[in-house]
Nanobody, 123 residues
Framework: QVQLVESGGGLVQAGGSLRLSCTASGRTFSKYVMGWFRQAPGKAREFVATITWSGYTTSYADSVKGRFTISRDNAKNTAYLQMDSLKPEDTAVYYC????????????????WGQGTQVTVSS
């Protein structure tokens, strides 16, 4: 079992930056693939980024590639999502997720989820 807590959301103007953090409980954080997903009002949850157990491999949705960076610090049990050049269409609740088995862009592959943090980008 792992519990995830996101932080770092907020209101930012278009073109600005935010860094989201996802802190996990437990001592086996390095055994989990970490992912970030988001859900805008009235829309389905969508994949944003994922990172492997070691942090050596990452994947991004096309909509955020080149603007967002996922990373992790296994010593701090924390995953990050650095978001730059934010756009109004990035407005959503952002969720971090974890799974020990799969490196995946599909939300149904992830076993554990945080409560979400709101990101609002004004134009």
């Amino acid at each position: 079992q792992v519990q995830l807590v996101e932080s770092g959301g907020g209101l930012v103007q278009a073109g600005g930056s935010l860094r989201l953090s996802c802190t996990a409980s437990g001592r086996t954080f390095s055994k989990y693939v970490m992912g970030w997903f988001r859900q805008a009002p009235g829309k389905a949850r969508e994949f944003v980024a994922t990172i492997t157990w070691s942090g050596y491999t990452t994947s991004y949705a096309d909509s955020v590639k080149g603007r967002f960076t996922i990373s992790r610090d296994n010593a701090k049990n924390t995953a990050y999502l650095q978001m730059d050049s934010l756009k109004p269409e990035d407005t959503a609740v952002y969720y971090c997720a974890a799974d020990p088995r799969y490196y995946s862009t599909s939300d149904y592959e992830y076993s554990y989820w945080g409560q979400g943090t709101q990101v609002t980008v004004s134009s």
